[in-house]
């Protein structure tokens, strides 16, 4: 077995958009990352929220930007959303299916029977569509009301497009659960069924959960009882990754996916040679040294940090190296001139009302 993390584990989990790409271009060395894997016997199987395409159609995006990825080799909560429905109804059960011809089909490869109206309905199943209005949301109302099983597949509350965030799944979801007073069952991430879906299909013994986004991959990854690798390569930053609740830490942090042939306890969060950090007090860390790598400072912070109690951060620099660190994390503003800079979208609440990590810097000589 190799020392270096790939060879820790016999499948990748991994996320799609932010992790291997993001649209239609592929995230740098990530092509490298997951062939290299594969040559070494190490199979990735790409897990997705998305349950509006087909597996198919995600595997062709895949394989065009360069990833081996086959129709099997994708796992998306429209099929675990029919798989929980299949655990709990018997075989010709009917369900009222609210998104795409997509999510239907997985529901009959499970031996269910699709239906159109309320009435009719077993349970209620709840994917992403463009195409769902009223008069559909306004059928799961009834269904869910009289006590159907209501599965969602995700609860992402946008989705991301060029226009910006639009609507998402959990947006549509959250006008049924307004109406209803009920909450659904939930299939993919952070849920654990999503990802204990792939693990079955694929054979999987030691996965890791390969991900952009702390409250969705990682959470999901812990909830499903997997090591964890956050990439900084898409949505999570380290500002958020810095005030994470426990529920949202991952085991392993990588600038990217070159991060699989290094070393697990180089990527671990804990202290690392050439930074230093102080915690002058409760939320208020000072970080200094000459290690190269901003990377390692971040693991040093977090280590410190979340030793110190977490929640929201302030971290100033000390010297010329740590400075750099810190701007080359994202948590300095780069100007001229003195102060602080928070980072946008670093809020990440718990049930303790953890918020943002704000970095300061010293006020040059004036």
């Known amino acids: ?8 584990h016999d499948v ?20 490298e990352a997951v062939r290299g894997a594969a040559q070494r016997g190490v199979r990735t199987v790409y897990v997705t929220n998305n ?18 990825a086959r129709t099997d080799d994708v796992v998306a909560s429209s099929q675990a959303a029919a798989a929980l429905l299949a655990d709990q109804l018997p075989a010709g059960a009917r369900v009222l299916v609210v998104g795409t011809e997509a999510l239907a089909d997985e529901v009959r490869a499970r031996g269910l029977r699709v239906v159109t109206t309320a009435d009719e309905a077993d349970a209620v199943v709840q994917g992403h569509s463009p195409e769902t209005g009223w008069p559909q949301l306004a059928e799961a109302t009834v269904a869910v009301r009289a006590g159907a099983l209501w599965v969602a597949c995700n609860l992402d509350p946008t989705l991301p497009t060029e226009r910006g965030p639009l609507p ?21 991430k952070p849920g654990p069924a ?27 990854g812990r909830a499903a009882g997997m ?7 898409g949505i999570s930053d380290a500002a958020e990754l810095l005030a994470a609740p426990p529920r949202l830490r991952p085991d392993h942090v990588a600038a990217d996916l ?10 671990a969060i804990g202290p690392r040679p050439g930074w230093d950090v102080r915690v002058a007090e409760p939320g208020r860390l000072v970080l200094s040294g000459t290690g190269g790598d901003p990377v390692d400072a971040l693991r040093a912070l977090c280590a410190a940090h979340w030793a110190a109690g977490g929640g929201p951060a302030h971290v100033t620099a000390e010297g010329p190296a740590a400075t750099a660190a810190l701007r080359g994390l994202g948590l300095d503003d780069g100007g001229p001139s003195a102060g ?8 990440v609440p718990d049930d303790a009302g953890h918020g943002d990590a704000t970095v300061r810097r010293p006020a040059p000589p004036a």
């Open 1 to 8: 077995m190799s020392d270096d993390l790939l060879g820790r």
């Open 12 to 31: 990748l989990l991994a996320d799609l958009d932010g992790t291997l790409y993001r649209g239609r271009v592929a995230v740098p060395g990530a092509v």
């Open 51 to 68: 349950a509006s395409r087909r597996p198919a159609a995600v595997a062709e995006h895949l394989a065009e930007l360069g990833f081996p």
């Open 168 to 188: 998402g799944n959990g947006a549509m979801v959250g006008v049924v659960c307004l109406a209803t007073g009920r909450e659904p069952q939930v299939a993919g």
């Open 194 to 220: 999503l990802l204990e879906e792939a693990a079955r299909r694929s054979g999987a013994r030691n996965p890791l959960m390969v991900g952009d986004r702390l409250d969705t991959d990682i959470e999901g």
């Open 227 to 233: 090591a964890t690798l956050l990439v900084l390569t």
């Open 258 to 267: 070159g991060g699989l042939t290094a070393r697990p306890e180089d990527l």
């Open 340 to 347: 602080s800079a928070t980072v946008a979208g670093a809020a």
